[in-house]
């Protein structure tokens, strides 16, 4: 994974993000940041206080996902 100042940061309930879906870019905010093994967004998330990863609701469709950091840009950054 190549080095990019927008990804794999550190995210807060709020922040505007956005991702890629079925090849389109979609736009979100972030719900929460979990850093557990949980339920979330109709699935099971692997994640821990070394892996977080962030519950987000789209836009567009208003349905959640999870994804990991490294996934989401922050789109208050250029």
Not at 24 to 35: Q, Y
Request: glycine letters at 8%.
């Amino acid at each position: 994974m190549g080095k990019d100042s927008d990804r794999g940061e550190e995210l807060s309930k709020g922040d505007e993000v956005a991702w890629s879906s079925h090849g389109s870019e979609t736009t979100g905010k972030v719900e929460k940041k979990i850093t557990r093994r949980t339920e979330a967004a109709g699935r099971t998330v692997d994640a821990s206080e070394e892996e977080p990863q962030y519950e987000v609701r789209s836009d567009k469709s208003g349905r959640s996902a999870v994804h990991k950091p490294s996934a989401l840009k922050n789109k208050k950054k250029k």
